[in-house]
């Protein structure tokens, strides 16, 4: 089930509204160099990417797409240190996170990054209020603190008054907008998004779009997303496409989109490619 827009209670913007920053001169957010991840599968070594080397600076919203199946969430879980490099380095802010050890990774992680998945990843034994709070506590703040902020968080993404709620109460859009409350409620400096509109319907995904650019765009916040979205091409600062192991850098002109075949876009978000 998923809710319709009408149905929050403060104003959502129009993607149009938000603000693009000025990136160029930015530093380096996320550097990835000759990053290669391979799974062995009956015997047979099947390398899904092959010598990735890609550079994001800070407050860039960088867009991935690809076939189902080209490696996607393979490299955002590397980028987002939830998977290891078969070989390769990946810096994130600076700290290569290659070389960290499963503690201090994370650390970093807990610190340092907010996941939005496409199927929400909610706690379910957690209010909403709970489960929004959690990464700023798990931080070492205080649960008053907490539960401050994602009042106020749950006030901007358009839940207030579901605080105690569970999460197999919500619709699927109204848990879309919890988990990205509870992306951004400790201030990660890289917000990675794995397909979050791939669960949703087209005005719902719309809505949660626009939420995720704006909470990432006022804040400065480096954004990386794989979608097979086409609304959110204008948007992006840099749009990548893995093919046979290896990512492409799109050019952003509509014709070249068009071209790309990512103009044309079904209702439950799967490209035609
Ligand atoms: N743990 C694993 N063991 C073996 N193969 C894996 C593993 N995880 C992913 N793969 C394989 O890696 C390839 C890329 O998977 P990935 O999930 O990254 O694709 P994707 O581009 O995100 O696809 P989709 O658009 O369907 O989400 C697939 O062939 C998948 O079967
Ligand atoms: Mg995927």
Do not use: C
Not at 106 to 125: A, E, H, K, S
Not at 151 to 178: I, K, N, T
Request: glycine share 8%; no cysteine.
């Amino acid at each position: 089930m998923t809710s319709s827009p009408t149905a929050v209670s403060t104003p959502l913007p129009t993607i149009a509204s938000i603000d693009r920053p000025a990136v160029s001169s930015a530093p380096s957010q996320v550097r990835l160099r000759n990053v290669t991840r391979q799974y062995a599968e009956a015997g047979v070594n099947r390398v899904i990417l092959n010598g990735i080397d890609l550079d994001i600076v800070t407050g860039e919203f960088a867009v991935l797409l690809g076939k189902s199946g080209s490696g996607k969430s393979t490299l955002l879980n590397l980028i987002g240190g939830l998977d290891e490099v078969s070989s390769g380095q990946i810096w994130i802010a600076g700290t290569d996170i290659t070389a960290l050890n499963e503690h201090d990774l994370t650390i970093f992680r807990r610190d340092q990054i907010g996941y939005v998945f496409q199927f929400f990843n909610l706690i379910p034994t957690l209010t909403v209020l709970e489960n929004v709070a959690l990464p700023f506590e798990l931080r070492g703040r205080s649960r008053r603190d907490g539960e401050q902020r994602a009042r106020e968080l749950l006030a901007r993404v358009g839940l207030s008054g579901r605080d105690s709620a569970y999460p197999d109460r919500l619709s699927g859009g109204e848990q879309q907008r919890v988990a990205i409350a509870r992306a951004v409620i400790h201030s990660p400096a890289l917000i990675m998004a794995d397909e979050p509109t791939g669960n949703l319907d087209e005005d719902t995904g719309k809505s949660v779009l626009s939420l995720l650019l704006e909470l990432t765009r006022e804040a400065g916040k480096t954004l990386v997303m794989a979608t097979h979205s086409a609304e959110v091409l204008p948007y992006a600062d840099s749009i990548y496409r893995i093919h046979e192991g290896k990512l492409v850098r799109e050019p952003k002109s509509a014709v070249a989109l068009a071209d790309a075949g990512i103009a044309n876009v079904q209702h439950n978000g799967t490209a035609h490619e």
